[in-house]
């Protein structure tokens, strides 16, 4: 079975905090995506790599940053965290070809 | 610009009672359109992709079709555990990443 495993369900951190998302997949896939999803905005892309220490930015990319060293894993980087990034984060790998995404179960982080 | 817009934004059901949701997009030279249910709390979950207008797929009570400018989802005698969000997204014109639409909330009672 296919899987995206997110390193946390659930983050609670304080305003200024460096915080860190981890997204591990098995499926031996290049592309990575890290969206957030907020009530009456859908799904936003962050940013997204196509292969090992490659990323480009998605729609959304400030106060974020990504890593992405091995190619089953990518992070996602709140350099200083502010209330404004509570929000529900989801992680997403893709084949070559980029057909169908699976997504993680998601981390809903609250920044206090 | 890409863009994707769903309709309606939520729409509440009796069992068995079959409806449509509307996907509809722009986006230049289509490379896929793609069909995702997400519960509470959770990520989503993929269901179908669409590459080419007249082309259909079906899963259970779930069948997806494509034209040139929309996709429809049809819902066939649903129950209550088809309650969900659906959401709809394409590949955007570079073929890197996904554009989602705001979804669908379903609501099916008994």
Known sequence: ?112 | EDQVTQSPEALRLQEGESSSLNCSYTVSGLRGLFWYRQDPGKGPEFLFTLYSAGEEKEKERLKATLTKKESFLHITAPKPEDSATYLCAVLNQAGTALIFGKGTTLSVSS
């Open chain 1, 1 to 112: 079975d296919v899987k995206v495993t997110q390193s946390s369900r659930y983050l609670v951190k304080r305003t200024g905090e460096k915080v860190f998302l981890e997204c591990v997949q098995d499926m031996d896939h290049e592309n990575m995506f890290w969206y957030r999803q907020d009530p009456g905005l859908g799904l936003r892309l962050i940013y997204f790599s196509y292969d090992v220490k490659m990323k480009e930015k998605g729609d959304i990319p400030e106060g974020y940053s990504v890593s992405r060293e091995k190619k089953e894993r990518f992070s996602l980087i709140l350099e200083s965290a502010s209330t404004n990034q509570t929000s529900m984060y989801l992680c997403a790998s893709s084949g070559q070809s980029n057909t169908e995404a699976f997504f993680g179960q998601g981390t809903r982080l609250t920044v206090v």
